[in-house]
């Protein structure tokens, strides 16, 4: 049986992709990213606590967009985020403070891309 990290990283991994799910992970490659999900091994702390905020707005946004759109949603600037790509918040910036950031910028997001 998986452990609940390792589902909660398959579940994301299926909306953002590896890459992304390695990045904010700290992870130099998507080998670590799949690791997780197969649970050889645990992302820290810190990381896992961004993967789960991370979990939380991907869910959010694929139930409107596909997993494509939500993927280029953590990469770009957001408007919302002083032009900072989600994705890059997360990962340089203190949780306490990118987390919130992050999971109010969805609405926002969809609202200015129905324009």
């Known amino acids: 049986m998986r452990r609940p990290a390792a589902v909660l990283i398959q579940a994301v991994r299926n909306i953002i992709g590896a890459k ?6 700290s992870a130099k490659e998507t080998r670590a990213a799949r690791q997780w999900t197969d649970g050889v091994r645990e992302p820290s702390a810190e990381p896992m606590s961004r993967l789960s905020d991370s979990h939380h707005v991907a869910v959010l946004l694929a139930e409107q967009d596909t997993g ?3 993927q280029a949603w953590f990469q770009g600037m957001n408007p919302e985020l002083d032009d900072v790509a989600p994705a890059s918040l997360m990962r340089k910036s203190p949780l306490d403070e990118a987390g919130p950031a992050v999971l109010a910028a969805p609405p926002n997001f969809k609202a200015t891309s129905d324009c």
């Open 20 to 25: 992304l799910v390695a990045y904010l992970g």
């Open 68 to 70: 494509t759109v939500v």
